[in-house]
């Protein structure tokens, strides 16, 4: 993973730009050592909109509130937005500072490490229930709703909008793995269905997830039976019918 140094010290004050924080939300910020930074914190500190401190004040808070979003996968959903925006919004000093490359790799990087596997968490019958769901199942791919989020920022923040659509063509090219077209498949059924993290409205990713000759050859890939897919048989008997897959038989697997 690339290595992110901006070279500022540890604030000793925050500033509060907008005015939306009191004395005691800000010091408490301040005196909570860095290794008890919690998601909370970093949201306070980098935004969106109303950060706590200026670029210089927050700046030395980036590199770790990347490395929290990398390691805390509970609270990469709600922490996503804060970076996404603060590279995009700061971008011109993080350009003056020489460090928006390296910015823009760590953002990717989530994108690859979130996409590096497939997994689907289910729940059943009992576990609805237990929700108190009036469903018999239900199905989502983890890390699903954060690279929803995630790409929509980046389209909606516009600096560094490239990031989103190149996640999308990477998932869709034709050398594509098998994780990765299981991947192109999920954003595909994201996109018709009615949830509420969908993935971006834009052009060129619209016309990439809505292309049905690439969810075709996806499918074959996870219709080939690859180890782990068959998990997850509801999930897969879902998504094959709500795409309307044709060319390819829903495995005997996710018949069951």
Known sequence: MPALDLKYQRPTSLSDPFDDFTEDMLAEILKTPDEKMTRCH?????????????YEEAAYFLPRAFDHIR?????????????????????PRLE????????RDLMESCFDQWTAEFKVVHFDHAACQKKGWGLRYFDYVKHSETIAAGTCDLIRFTANADLATRLYQRVARESASPVEAAWFLEFS??????AVRKPPKHGEITK??????????????????????????????????GLAIESVPIPAWAEQ
């Open 96 to 103: 003056s500072d020489g460090t928006i490359g390296v910015c």
């Open 42 to 54: 970093y949201q306070h500190i980098l935004g969106p909109f109303l950060p706590a401190g200026t």
């Open 189 to 194: 059924r994201q996109h018709f269905s009615t």
């Open 71 to 91: 390691s805390h996968d509970d609270d990469a959903l709600d922490l996503v937005t804060s970076l996404a925006w603060f590279i995009s919004e700061f971008q």
């Open 208 to 241: 990439i997830i809505e292309d049905q000759e690439i969810a075709e050859r996806s499918a074959q890939l996870v219709a080939s039976g690859l180890e782990g897919f068959a998990d997850f048989p509801s999930y897969w008997r879902d998504t094959f019918n």
